[in-house]
């Protein structure tokens, strides 16, 4: 067994033609995002240093890369394809970050949701994954979105598809999975699961997750699963809603709670644990 395990642990290294450096892959991110939105003295730069400083970041990008692929043509495209589009980012990062104000009114003011709002770190680094998904690069996307998951408890697929002033409130336990679409002005609160009805393997290339529609919101707890589900516009789904099926247009879901009161006859034992 010994023998076996050593053989192939060796396979494994043999066998791998690139160099996988997580933290370095996860560091890149991060020190993107503080870059872009938390660099208070970023209004003492010139623009020549800020070029500068982009310039470094897409070195260890290709870096990165050409470390997993050992192809520098492919690498470096890679690289400019994705700064390329990084301003187009950051102008729809902003408008996350703006709805986020907007819609909190515990929020004070953009530097706060820079800063303190996890929502906006998993928004922003599922952008940058979905960067490089649209580029069909299949690993670096994967270990960005699970390092975001992983600190915010919000796990969004970098194949997800999502509109401009995407607004995620709390956040904590929040799924959104790889065939996903969400369209522009949606709200999300903590614990809401847009997910597939069924898991099995041999879905993998279906449309699996629903579709969300614009100006949705969706309140905590909420359930939402199927490739056929639509949730159509300027529609409010409540908290603890199970859905499979689609819902149209400006509509108001929710479930209803039946209460009793203890002296109410037919009032149903309770079920105590202790843990």
């Not at 956040?171 to 709200?187: F, S, W, Y």
Request: hydrophobic share 40%; glycine share 6%; aromatic share 10%.
């Amino acid at each position: 067994m010994q023998i076996d395990f050593v053989r192939e642990l060796l396979t494994q290294n043999e066998s791998s033609q690139s160099f996988l450096d997580k933290q370095r892959i996860e560091n890149f991110t991060d020190t993107l995002f503080h870059f872009l939105f938390q660099l208070e003295d970023k209004k003492y730069l010139s623009e020549e240093s800020i070029n500068i400083r982009l310039a470094t970041l897409r070195i260890e990008l290709l870096s990165i890369v050409f470390n997993i692929n050992n192809n520098v043509e492919k690498s470096q495209k890679i690289a400019d394809d994705f700064f390329n589009a990084l301003p187009e980012i950051f102008f729809t990062l902003k408008s996350d970050a703006q709805a986020i104000l907007d819609n909190d009114p515990a929020a004070t003011c953009l530097q706060e949701v820079y800063i303190a709002y996890p929502g906006f770190y998993a928004i922003a680094i599922y952008r940058f994954a979905h960067q490089l998904h649209t580029q069909e690069v299949i690993l670096l996307p994967r270990i960005w979105t699970e390092h975001a998951h992983s600190k915010t408890g919000i796990d969004i697929h970098p194949a997800a598809t999502i509109g401009s002033h995407f607004c995620i409130d709390h956040g904590t336990g929040i799924v959104v999975g790889e065939t996903c679409v969400i369209g522009q002005n949606v709200k999300i609160y903590q614990g809401v699961t847009l997910g597939a009805i069924s898991v099995s393997k041999d879905k993998a290339n279906t449309r699996r997750h629903p579709y969300i529609e614009d100006n949705v919101i969706i309140y905590s707890g909420a359930t939402i699963l199927g490739g056929d589900t639509t949730i159509g516009h300027d529609t409010v789904i409540g908290g603890n809603v199970w859905l499979t099926k689609s819902v149209k247009p400006n509509s108001i879901i929710y479930s209803k709670s039946k209460s009793y009161s203890k002296d109410q006859e037919g009032y149903p034992e309770p079920i105590n644990f202790i843990i």
